[in-house]
T-cell receptor, first 114, second 115 residues
Framework: AAGVIQSPRHLIKEKRETATLKCYPIPRHDTVYWYQQGPGQDPQFLIS???????DKGSIPDRFSAQQFSDYHSELNMSSLELGDSALYFCASSLGGTPGYEQYFGPGTRLTVT | AQSVAQPEDQVNVAEGNPLTVKCTYS??????LFWYVQYPNRGLQFLLKYITGDNLVKGSYGFEAEFNKSQTSFHLKKPSALVSDSALYFC?????????????FGRGTSLIVHP
């Protein structure tokens, strides 16, 4: 079965640079979530989209922005990168905006800021 | 507001023995409860969920979880642990009573199964 695809899998950037992370949800899934996971930590919710509209916003810095496109893929844009942005970034998708649906996570993008 | 607590950072069990990973929750409405497993450098993988119905929920890889409303718990269990079950386990809750549908995750419990 098709899974959530994230690209790139690894990314190395320098401070103050920008980065774009891409997420391709499972076909027919209309909801996309972005999470940040630091070492030894639980995933921290950043932002979500339902039917291409922002549905919820978590602890996403103002330097970050995201959108969901007409084909339901999503991109997380990160600017003015800081050392503290180094983390695993996960995208997850689910079917529908109701709470009973489980999330399917991608393999993650490991961002290293030097 | 919703919250999840996983009181154990780490659980150690011998292969072949039963395992339990604990989770308690707090929501204002009806709880929708989930367990996920994360292997090193991988994304979270859905194991099982409780929405309604039978309190004992069966999921992937022989795992099951028991919903206990009075104790607000949703402990993950497996009758016989395998070394390959060693991973990080996350409990998550969503409030079915409305509001945000974003799940709240626990801090995770590292399960180590010894040969």
């Amino acid at each position: 079965a098709a899974g959530v695809i994230q690209s790139p899998r690894h990314l190395i950037k320098e401070k103050r640079e920008t980065a774009t992370l891409k997420c391709y949800p499972i076909p027919r899934h209309d909801t996309v979530y972005w999470y940040q996971q630091g070492p030894g930590q639980d995933p921290q919710f950043l932002i979500s989209f339902y039917e291409k509209m922002q549905s919820d916003k978590g602890s996403i810095p103002d330097r970050f922005s995201a959108q969901q496109f007409s084909d339901y893929h999503s991109e997380l844009n990160m600017s003015s990168l800081e050392l503290g942005d180094s983390a695993l970034y996960f995208c997850a998708s689910s079917l529908g905006g109701t709470p009973g649906y489980e999330q399917y996570f991608g393999p993650g993008t490991r961002l290293t800021v030097t | 507001a919703q919250s999840v607590a996983q009181p154990e950072d780490q659980v150690n069990v011998a292969e072949g023995n039963p395992l339990t990973v604990k989770c308690t929750y707090s929501v204002s409405g009806n709880p929708y409860l989930f367990w996920y497993v994360q292997y090193p450098n991988r994304g979270l993988q859905f194991l099982l969920k409780y929405i309604t119905g039978d309190n004992l929920v069966k999921g992937s890889y022989g795992f099951e979880a028991e919903f206990n409303k009075s104790q607000t718990s949703f402990h993950l269990k497996k009758p016989s642990a395998l070394v390959s079950d060693s991973a990080l386990y996350f409990c998550a809750v969503r409030d079915g009573g409305g509001g945000s549908y974003i799940p709240t995750f626990g801090r995770g419990t590292s399960l180590i199964v010894h040969p």
